[in-house]
């Protein structure tokens, strides 16, 4: 075996990062870097149980590796010991070591990168002068206070700790933060950095453009509940989010119809990539048999379109739709994928210059959900795994299912219990009273027109 003093620095990296937990290193990072990178990593990730993602970029070269929370906060002096190297972290977790929406697990914050230095207003100020600016500007008035702020050796990142939320939340998590991204544009949100799945500068690292240590600055480890966020600063939205059925005199309409299409996007993302999941790469054919080829090409093209239109991140739609590839039985290689899902581009930017505004898009692909059905030929029962792709039969099923258990519901009172154990309860309880003031076995059976029987259980605990 290759010992790690043989390997070259990026085989060491490597080494490193992959065998983090138990990997003996020679540790020459500052215990202040240590203990700055260990409080982003805790005030991110405090009850966090989901695969985080760590990351490194020298140069051109690009390594990601996912740990649990413990192990990263434990072992991250041995990442911040090797020279020469970007460090990123993953402020939201997923559920399996693969950093892509669909597989978020908890998001536990909200966050926005000011690349400020690239503004002609703001390039000469200082980290302290843009710091004043936020705070008498923008926190508390467009947005709310940040709980810290890591200072990454050029501009700022910005964060917000939220009570963590599932990805179901993600297309209100994702509402948030482009309404925070609005707000904060003019004085250098970067647009890519709002996306679920993003890495963001560790504190406590070293930058290797500016040669600056990042540094980190908390406010509160209060943290933040995300619809209360959407309450008070995206007023306009809080109809739908509590009623999607809410309509009201005056009201915008093509904003709802924007959100309820922007979760559309999601809860179909995760659906093909189920649907990949319970075929095990497999495709079906118009005679409803599992082949290795048939629908890839037209899977690929539609993840990559959500993707798109989800994140309004093109390079990073690519890059999940390769890895979505992979998936399949027998993938598609690099440029099958890439010419396959160009025209997944093109509709993107179609949908976003049909309504610049950032409201309801009627250009793009749209699909029915028959017209899904039909294309990806889903059975019934893979629709019954299914988020949103399902027919009227499966529509109706699961209303009726619901219906039961709403009806089951409303034959219990507020204790859980249903009428006649209610009754019993009652019956039981006024045995037991009489008991108690001593009358006996038959003149309550006589008085309550109960059997003799039943009283002499409760009288014998046997009730």
Known sequence: MQSVKQLSIDDYTYNVLRNLPTIEVSLKALIKNVSKAQNQIELLHEKDDGFITIAVKKQDKWMQYHYSKDELKEN?????????????????????????????????????????????????????????????????????????????????????????????????????????????????????????????????????????????????????????????????????????????????????????????????????????????????????????????????????????????????????????????????DYKEVEMATRSAEKAYETWLKDSPSGTYKRGGYNYKNQTLIEKLNITDEEMKTLETIIGKKEIRRRDNQKNKIRQKAKRRNEKGLTKRQQEKLNKESKIKELLSKGFGVREISRKLDINVSAVSRVKNNKY
Request: proline share 4%.
């Open 76 to 332: 991250i002096g041995k990442i911040l010991s090797i020279e020469g190297i970007n460090v990123y972290l993953s402020a939201n977790s997923f559920y399996k070591p693969l950093r892509c929406i669909e597989n978020i697990r908890k998001l536990n914050s909200l966050y926005i990168d000011l690349d400020y230095y690239s503004l002609k207003n703001f390039k000469n100020l200082t980290t302290d002068q843009i710091i004043w600016q936020l705070e008498r500007d923008y926190f508390r008035e467009k947005v709310p206070e940040a709980n810290f702020i890591v200072l990454t050796g050029r501009g700022i990142a910005i964060y917000w700790l939220i009570e963590p939320v599932p990805y179901k939340a993600l297309p209100l998590w994702n509402a948030v933060q482009k309404h925070f991204l609005k707000e904060l544009k003019d004085i250098g949100a970067d647009e890519k950095s709002i996306d679920s799945s993003r890495v963001m500068r560790l504190a406590g690292s070293i930058n290797q453009k500016s040669g600056k240590n990042a540094d980190i600055l908390v406010y509160s480890e209060d943290r933040y509940i995300l619809r209360e966020i959407q309450e008070e600063y995206l007023p306009v939205l809080t109809p739908y989010v509590k009623n999607p059925y809410y309509k009201s005199k005056g009201r915008n309409p093509k904003i709802v119809n924007f959100f309820t299409l922007y979760s559309l996007h999601y809860a179909r993302l995760r659906d093909i990539v189920t649907l990949q999941k319970i075929r095990e790469g497999y495709c079906r054919n118009e005679e409803g048999s599992l082949a290795k080829s048939g629908q890839r090409e037209f899977m690929c093209f539609l993840y990559r379109y959500w993707s798109c239109c989800y994140e309004a991140n093109k390079e990073k739609a690519l890059e999940n739709t390769l890895d979505f590839n992979e998936g399949f039985k027998v993938p598609l």
